[in-house]
């Protein structure tokens, strides 16, 4: 299965149980009609605008990964105005309440279209808890105790 060279993406499919290929982006609709890889995970948007409905035959909503946006400012920061500072903080709280609603939005137009269109074969009763329980038995045997303090955290504050 195509994962990125990530070590995130790297730890996540040996905790899911995955054969992980290394392939980058822009190699994988080639990978897939090829046969190097015979899966990848992206989310929905991505697998739509790179038409991997060509290549691919089924689509697992397996849920095994929680899509994230992180705003990062640097030293420019203490550059800003007070009003500045507001504006964009305002921007980013507006954006963060905004962007998952969009995404929410455009999957099931997309999913939609794919079904009407016979895209792809939609598998949408996976055992997410199956997955669930094998990555948390991976993690906790592999994290290093700091790495564990994160993920604890994490989890502590993930809405069931």
């Known amino acids: 299965m195509r994962f990125p060279n990530s070590p995130q993406f790297l730890m996540n499919a040996a905790a899911l149980g995955a054969n992980p290929t290394e392939v980058a982006y822009e190699e994988l609709y080639l990978a897939l009609q090829q046969g190097i890889v015979d899966g990848q995970e992206n989310p929905i948007v991505n697998i739509d605008s790179q038409n991997l409905g ?29 009003p500045q500072q507001d504006a964009l903080s305002r921007a980013v709280d507006a954006a963060v309440a905004q962007v998952p609603g969009c995404v929410e939005e455009d999957e099931k137009r997309i999913l939609d279209e794919w079904a009407a269109g016979g895209a792809f074969q939609v598998v949408d009763d996976v055992d997410t808890a199956a997955f669930r329980a094998r990555a948390e038995q991976y993690l906790r045997a592999n994290l290093t105790p700091e790495q564990l303090t994160v993920y604890e955290a994490i989890r502590g504050s993930a809405t069931p």
């Open 54 to 82: 060509e290549v691919q035959d089924f689509l697992s909503m397996s849920s095994h990964q929680e899509n994230s946006n992180l705003v990062l400012v640097g030293p420019v920061w203490n550059e800003l105005s007070g």
